[in-house]
């Protein structure tokens, strides 16, 4: 058995032919397979048509989450809800190649517990787009205890034992990309070229990009609070160097007018950003302690479709 999880949110044009292209893949093999489509909280008619889908095809199982939860919770759910011996992780918008599932089951044959999809191209995507995307996962692997590898994304198969390891980890502010190389197993990549999305629009903005970043680099690196030390320290190197220069100032050049008011003011400003940032660091720690402590559900299910009660 061989599951498929497939987060969706406002993906009413893209359903019919996903679900298409992966039970062609799969019925030209051996293997048993379901497609566990998540619908996020979609506004659009996709809680609806994962119905219609269930009711026509009952390997097609259907989760329909109260509200939107992000898409790491989401493919958690999906992940808690998959029966199979190996999980596919695959985005609803067709930008992975369903085809490319069956060079990751070969390799998982061979032994591999993770087999992750390594991007060689990008098509359809703005040059912003590439270039953030390639900075992010060379600052991540910098500055993090964790290598992950460049150019992938959360289009992977993974062992039922992987998939058991890693929702052992309940943490709210999710990674996944970074969930599933910490617990570590025998990994590998299969190169693909990625497609542009079959239809609609993309749904991660700069907004949600830039969330996605923060929760990464936040959940696996201390490096933020320690670039607040750093600048203390270099503040308070500067400050003990310019208190020795006015002092030199004032009993040499005594006849030359030091400019205080505008230097005061820059020095009073800077010090007050540099101070800003520092405590909207340690508050984004500590919302995520917050996140935690409270111990809500990860999400809540509106309604089920394939599965016992």
Known sequence: ??????????????????????????????????????DDGSRDRSAEIIRELHEKDNRVKGIILSRNFTFQVAVTAGLEHATGEAVVLI?????????VILDMIAKWKEGYDVVYGVRSSRAGETWFKKFTAKAFYRIIDRITGINIPVDTGDFRLMDRGVVDAVLQMRERNRFLRGMVTWVGYKQTGVTYKRSARFAGETKFTIRKMTRFAVDAITGYSYFPLQIATYFGFLIAFISAVAIILVIIARLF?????????????VAVLFL????????????????????????RPLYLVDKKHGFDE
């Open 1 to 38: 058995m061989i599951s498929i999880v497939s987060p969706v949110h406002n993906e009413e044009p893209v359903l019919h032919e996903l679900h298409r292209r992966i039970a062609e893949v799969f019925d030209a093999t051996e293997h048993e397979w379901e497609l566990v489509l998540v």
């Open 91 to 99: 985005d609803a918008d067709l930008q992975d190649p369903p085809e």
């Open 253 to 265: 050049f005594p006849e030359q007018p030091l400019l205080g008011q505008a230097t005061t003011l």
């Open 272 to 295: 007050g950003s540099i101070q800003l940032i520092s405590l909207g660091i340690v508050g984004e720690y500590l919302g995520r302690i917050y996140d935690e402590v409270r111990e």
